[in-house]
């Protein structure tokens, strides 16, 4: 739904993915420009059954309150089906916030939301498990891992160099991963093609796509510089685009 940033691009919106594991939709991050992707991509705001927010900057909460007011105000068939959040560690606390500023606009009446916030975590959903690490973004920053039918994704959030990121993505299927800068561009808080390829390698992933790109990312070549170091696939992201798992 979103490989950018916060910076106005024609080419990506803020950070979001939509999975899709058998019947359920759930929607890892949620940044500026999300709804317009979700109807661009034949997502109803009344398909998503799950939330996960890697931290709480902005670029990858900002749909979130339109989010929730356009699911009690949209025309129509009304939401029924509860919502659940995955968040680090605050998160109940963000959203007691939001609802002083918003009132009664972003308080469901025909669902409800379940807020569970998470650190180092596993939690099962029956068809598919959720996993969570702590990564060295900020305080409450985690990343995510699913896993279903014998296939896994792992998704970083914006997250600098930490050994819990090889930990979560052993094996997987597909790694999404921040690489919001070039190598010669280092930003703390962030990960470069090169580091983001030495994780994908230790961790023996199949796929990566790097994601959460800054301007200076789009003229990259991402294959040679993550190639480097990981010898499988490197998919370049692009807003809208399906990958099957």
């Given at each position: 739904m979103g490989s950018g940033t916060i910076l106005p691009s024609a080419l990506r919106s803020a950070a979001a993915y939509a999975v899709t594991v058998g019947d359920?939709?759930?929607?890892?991050?949620?940044?500026?420009?999300?709804?317009?992707?979700?109807?661009?991509?034949?997502i109803e705001i009344n398909d998503v059954d799950m939330v996960f927010l890697?931290?709480?900057?902005p670029d990858h909460i900002g749909d979130f309150v339109p989010f929730v007011f356009a699911s009690k105000y949209q025309i129509g068939r009304a939401r029924e089906r509860d919502l659940t959040i995955l968040a680090g560690v605050g998160f109940g606390e963000l959203y007691n916030g939001l609802v002083e500023v918003y009132g009664e606009w972003i308080i469901p009446e025909t669902y409800r939301i379940h807020i569970e916030e998470m650190g180092e975590d596993r939690r099962d959903f029956g068809d598919f498990s959720v996993?969570?690490?702590k990564t060295n973004h900020n305080p409450e920053s985690i990343a995510v891992r699913i896993d279903a039918g014998g296939r896994s994704l792992?998704?970083?959030?914006?997250?600098?160099?930490?050994?819990?990121?090889?930990?979560?993505s052993g094996g997987a299927d597909l790694?999404?991963?921040?690489?919001?800068?070039p190598d010669d561009m280092k930003v703390p808080g962030h990960l470069t093609p090169g580091e983001a390829g030495e994780i994908a390698a230790k961790a023996k992933v199949k796929r990566v796509m790097p994601t959460h790109f800054y301007p200076p990312m789009e003229d990259i070549d991402l294959k040679a510089a993550i190639g480097r170091v990981?010898?499988?696939e490197v998919i370049r992201p692009g807003d809208l685009m399906v990958i099957d798992i």
């Open positions: 359920k939709t759930l929607l890892l991050d949620m940044g500026p420009g999300l709804l317009r992707r979700m109807a661009e991509a034949g890697s931290h709480f900057h996993s969570t690490v792992v998704y970083t959030g914006d997250t600098d160099r930490s050994e819990s990121l090889v930990e979560i790694l999404i991963i921040d690489t919001a800068f990981f010898q499988g």
